[in-house]
């Protein structure tokens, strides 16, 4: 007699969940404009979908920055979990801040530090990442300084940027803001006045689709 049982049809196994290969990267920024306008425009230009850009939900505090990446970054690993799917997690986090007269700045450093979390720190200001485009860095100089020198580039400068003008001289603005950190790093002075964080967090976006 046939064992029906053994017979029936059995259900296909469940497929593993797609893995893209590119890393899924997530940037918090302490500014509403310019940096989430750059950010996120900088990722389309490099047809790279898997990056998520987040303002702050308390925005202007280098630590409560920190606080919210890390809060996402948690979530986004119990989801992934629950769901069995790696894709809903993030490869990497970023946070996007000002050292300006911040306070807690060395806090924040130490809570990303503990919790895996990239940053991207400019002193004074994201502007002076905007200004290496078109110039040699300047000396140290406060944001109002930075942003005026800016306005001589973008006229009319207000905060809202169109990264296709920026595009072209980010090779010089990358090689610039390393020049900055090397000669910060020799005198063990690290994110001092004038640096930018911003290249290394541009790189990994640029460097998913190669």
């Known amino acids: 007699m046939p064992n029906r049982r ?10 593993d969940a797609f893995r893209d290969p590119r890393p899924v990267v997530l940037v918090v920024c302490e500014g509403i404009i310019t940096e989430p306008q750059y ?7 490099h047809r790279n979908g898997r990056v998520r850009v987040e303002v702050a939900p308390e925005h ?10 890390r809060n996402r970054k948690r979530a986004a690993e119990v989801t992934a979990e629950k769901h069995e799917d790696d894709n809903l997690a993030y490869d990497s986090v970023w946070c996007v801040f000002d050292i300006d007269q911040h306070p807690n700045v060395s806090d924040a450093k130490q809570m990303a530090l503990a919790n895996g979390i990239k940053l991207a720190i400019s002193n ?4 002076l990442w905007l200004l ?14 930075i942003q005026a020198r ?5 006229t009319d400068y207000n905060k809202h940027v169109d ?5 072209p001289y980010y090779p010089e603005a990358a090689k610039r803001a390393a020049s900055l950190d090397r000669l910060a790093r020799q005198v063990n ?7 930018t964080g911003v290249y290394k967090l541009l790189e990994e976006i640029a460097a998913q689709l190669q």
């Open 6 to 15: 053994r017979d029936r049809q059995r259900k296909p196994a469940r497929p």
């Open 39 to 45: 950010i996120s425009g900088f990722g389309r230009a």
């Open 60 to 69: 202007g505090v280098p630590r409560t920055v920190v606080e919210a990446a």
């Open 124 to 127: 004074p200001c994201f502007e």
């Open 132 to 145: 290496l485009h078109f110039r040699d860095p300047p000396g140290s100089e406060d944001r109002h300084t």
């Open 150 to 154: 800016l306005s001589e580039y973008i």
């Open 163 to 167: 990264v296709e003008v920026f595009l």
């Open 189 to 195: 002075l690290p994110d001092r006045n004038p640096t």
